[in-house]
């Protein structure tokens, strides 16, 4: 086999340490691609394939794109899931003996994106690293373009609850990139976590995960002698998980990432828990059908200006507080900004005019910051003075604590005010970005560029005045530098003293010693001024740097403002009230709507629902309706109106008074799992089986239609299980909203303790139906489900069959026998083991008559004992 050409061999030596990215390789202008890279990238960015000699027979496949606009051409192949490595020129050509040295500078990939035209300003991109085993797992994930960066860890002896508190946290994350241990891959929980969560992951080699190099790793990184500091000393998952994504990082990144200087560290005990089911069917972040923030809770409660609060508004959603002081503090902030619209609409105003500080951070951190993100920071800067003033007298005490930690920067302010102009360019290299006055040096060289361009002025008009060729003019070029231009009808007048340097069709050009001379200082003042400017404009940078903590407080301060005022704003516009936050286990709401549909609904009135639970005799709603009555809005509203009051929000309510609850869970509705062989029915109960095993008497489950996915005796047998067992104090005990068609578990109210009945109503006009969608007492007498197909537009022809159909099963009496003792059991039918419900009607009918005191009855009372009596044996 020949021999490859040098370029190449260096091209080969470095892509086979980058084996899993496309390597960009710069040459000139252009990256250049080569091979089965170039293949790749000229059919994902359809861009021309072509080929270089490069010393073997063949020509290496070949494609390349400009240096200066590879910015959209990098965010493509990432967004496909490709890895970019950037390899530049780490020497002068001009001073390069042989070919020039080359190496990665930085590997790109979604989860380490810093070009802000590649991110969306409201939602971090994290990046994150998993290490798990059979007896616990670690996550942690960081975003660079802002610094953040979080630990926790699960230990049990269980690996399904490991996987499964795992598989929630990635929900509330949502990582653009993962990187894991070995064994995530060999018990294939990886492919569990893609099909759930939509992601890709990278298999790491298990020397990442060493425990004792990991340690080494975080105290280099943050210059510490132990990690006791951050809470982690004795959180070994934790350590290997932090440890292996700062080693990814620094690998791929080749960069000081100074902003990263924090681990946070939480439990995930320490807010209220949300499975990946339930942020799915409460649409917390996004819709189930489109996956967009419009439709939302997040969408109804961002009104947010900076884009540091959206993103910090969203990790609020995603993590409920249950610490009642934070919730108070919240609540408090919110009810005076709500009381002072004039001060709500000035913060406002105010927090309009901050850019994303933390990101400019990020690029100031990653020398990918020009001079217009210094000035966004300054003019951000310049704001914190005036919010500072407007919240330091405020009624709420965590607003003036808010004011009094805001660093006013002054000094990073008077910085960039001193050395940057106000209007500078993009570009950094080619001057103009440094002010007077700032850099004695710097002056100096512009100065003697502008006298040289000076003395061009007066030379042009000299020349004019002597050769007597008014059109005679003074030009540039990179290629010839100054020249004198005379056209053609003129050249009979051109001294001897010029020097012909280039002939064009209609003039010619000239030079002479005198202006070669002037060119020289000019080039080499604007030369070395704009390398001088670039360097200042470094130092500047790394001068910021230096302050980048105290920029990070104040950022985070300026989001929690934001936040606020956002909640507020919001509830002011939608007529939201202040809850209160109990501690004896309540919930109870008066006249509470679902922030989402009243506002969908535009035109249409909302109809508000009352709810009260405890842990004692209100522990568990059944609620029953027709289909389209509104059962499912009204149970997640109420669990929507509990999530806001716990991150401290203003509520959908008329009154509203919220205990903490641990987690809520909740069964809306179910899909068949084709990727992995589940029916409608499994998905349904797997959800069932993951609520059961994990929810507290402190929790809130709300389950709509239990058991729908099977035969009627099968589906009602598991629902009535269900119920008995969530409502059984002994095992879970707690607060549920269980909605059902199954008409016959409403007999459990008073058969079984902290069970009661509610019904969503409705009024029949003829062969139609209206929704009332009132929530009131009670247990719907049918399920309406012909007169809802009829209203869907199914062809009268199958409705009216229907009906008959549902005539003669009804006066067959095709359902079954039941028979059930005073305490809910089943007992056995002397015929077939069933559940008696007729029998129990007949028993209300006797205890009813009983119950009559006809010597005090009037007419009209009678009458309507009549009528009940009449009802109640049509039933039988």
């Keep these: ?34 091979f089965d890279d170039a293949l790749i990238a000229s059919k994902e960015l359809e861009i021309t394939l072509t080929g270089r000699e490069c010393g073997q027979k063949e020509k290496a496949p070949m494609c390349g794109v400009p240096f200066h606009s590879a910015d959209g051409y990098i965010s493509k192949l990432v967004d496909k899931g490709y890895k970019v490595a950037i390899c530049e020129q780490i020497e002068n050509p001009n001073e390069a003996k042989g070919i020039v040295k080359r190496d990665v500078v930085r590997i790109i990939s979604r989860g380490t994106v810093t070009d802000t035209k590649m991110l969306d300003e409201k939602n971090n991109n994290y990046l994150s690293s998993i290490f798990m085993d059979q007896n616990g797992v670690g996550i942690s994930y960081a975003d660079i373009t802002t610094g953040e960066f979080y630990t926790t860890q699960k230990v049990t002896n269980n690996s399904k609850e490991g996987f499964k508190a795992l598989i929630d946290e990635l929900a509330k994350i949502k990582p653009k990139e993962i990187i894991a241990n070995k064994y995530i891959f060999e018990n294939k929980i990886s492919d569990e976590i893609e099909k759930k969560i939509d992601i890709v992951i990278d298999k790491t080699d298990d020397w990442l995960f060493n425990i004792e190099e990991n340690k080494k790793i975080i105290k280099r990184h943050f210059n510490i002698l132990n990690l006791e500091g951050f809470g982690i000393s004795n959180d070994n998952y934790s350590i290997k998980s932090v440890g292996s994504l700062l080693s990814y990082l620094n690998e791929t990144q080749k960069n000081s990432l100074s902003h990263i200087n924090n681990i946070y560290k939480y439990n995930i005990e320490n807010f209220m828990l949300i499975d990946i089911n339930t942020r799915k069917n409460l649409e917390i972040t996004e819709t189930i059908r489109d996956k967009t923030k419009k439709g939302s809770l997040l969408w109804i409660l961002d009104k947010t200006s900076t884009a540091m609060g959206a993103r910090m508004l969203r990790k609020w959603l995603e993590e409920p507080l249950l610490n009642i002081d934070l919730i108070q503090k919240r609540l408090n902030a919110i009810e005076n900004l709500y009381e002072d619209i004039i001060l709500m609409d000035e913060i406002k105003q105010k927090l309009n005019k901050v850019y994303d500080i933390e990101r400019l951070i990020g690029k100031i951190v990653y020398g990918s910051c020009n001079a217009r993100d210094l000035i966004a920071l300054k003019n951000s800067i310049k704001i914190l003075p005036d919010i500072k003033e407007l919240l330091i007298n405020s009624k709420s005490e965590f607003l ?71 059109s005679l003019k003074i030009g540039f070029n990179k290629v010839f530098g100054y020249y004198i231009e005379v056209r053609k009808s003129n050249i009979k007048l051109v001294p001897d003293n010029y020097i012909r340097k280039q002939t064009l069709s209609n003039s010619e050009r000239y030079i002479t010693p005198e202006l070669k001379e002037m060119e020289s200082k000019i080039l080499g003042a604007e030369e070395k001024s704009v390398i001088l400017e670039y360097n200042i404009f470094v130092e500047i940078r790394d001068k910021l740097k230096a302050k980048i903590e105290r920029m990070q407080s104040t950022a985070k301060i300026i989001a929690t403002i934001d936040c606020l005022n956002s909640l507020s704003l919001v509830s002011y516009k939608n007529n939201y009230i202040k809850p209160k936050i109990n501690s004896e286990k309540i919930i109870n709401i008066k006249k509470g709507r679902h922030p989402v549909v009243e506002k969908v609904l535009k035109n249409e009135m909302f109809i508000p629902n009352d709810t009260f639970l405890d842990n004692e005799d209100n522990r568990l709603n059944i609620i029953t309706g027709p289909n389209m009555a509104g059962k499912s809005t009204y149970m997640r509203q109420v669990a929507i109106i509990t999530l806001m009051a716990q991150i401290g929000s203003f509520v959908p309510a008329e009154y509203a008074d919220i205990c903490l609850v641990d987690r809520i869970f909740t069964r809306v509705g179910a899909s068949d799992d084709l990727s992995q062989g589940q029916s409608t029915f499994m998905v349904e109960m797997n959800e069932v089986a993951n609520i059961l095993n994990n929810s507290s008497k402190n929790s809130l489950i709300i389950l709509d239609e239990i058991g729908r996915g099977t035969s009627t005796y099968d589906g009602l047998s598991i629902a009535w299980a269900v119920i008995e067992y969530i409502s059984d104090k002994s095992k879970i005990g707690a607060k549920t909203l269980f909605s059902t068609h199954y008409h016959e578990l409403t007999e459990l109210e008073g058969k079984i303790e902290g069970i009661k009945n509610y019904k969503i109503t409705v009024k029949e006009a003829g062969e139609d139906i209206i929704f009332l969608r009132k929530v009131v007492r009670g247990e719907a007498d049918k399920s309406y489900g012909i007169e809802v197909a009829n209203l869907a537009g199914v062809p009268s022809e199958v409705t009216s069959r229907a009906k008959n159909i549902l005539r003669d099963l009804e006066e067959n009496d095709i359902n079954y026998s039941n028979n059930i003792s005073s305490n809910g059991d089943i007992k056995e039918n002397k015929s077939e083991s069933q559940i008696d419900i007729f029998k129990m009607k007949e028993n209300e009918i006797i205890e009813l008559i009983k119950s009559i005191d006809l010597i005090n009855l009037t007419p009209l009372e009678s009458m309507n004992l009549l009528n009940e009596l009449i009802d109640k044996t049509k039933e039988i």
């Design 1 to 34: 086999m020949s021999k490859l050409t040098p370029m190449m061999e260096q091209y080969m030596k470095i892509k086979n340490k980058n084996k899993d990215s496309i390597l960009f390789f710069r040459l000139g202008d252009f990256y250049e691609m080569f």
């Design 400 to 470: 003036k604590q808010l004011a009094r930690d805001i660093d006013l920067l002054e000094d990073v302010h008077a910085l960039i005010h001193e050395a940057i102009v106000e209007d500078p360019p993009i570009q950094t290299r080619e001057g103009g970005i440094i002010k007077k006055n700032y850099d004695e040096k710097l002056d100096e060289l512009l100065n003697a560029s502008i006298e040289g361009k000076n003395w061009l002025n007066k030379l042009e008009a000299n020349e004019k005045n002597r050769t007597g060729i008014k």
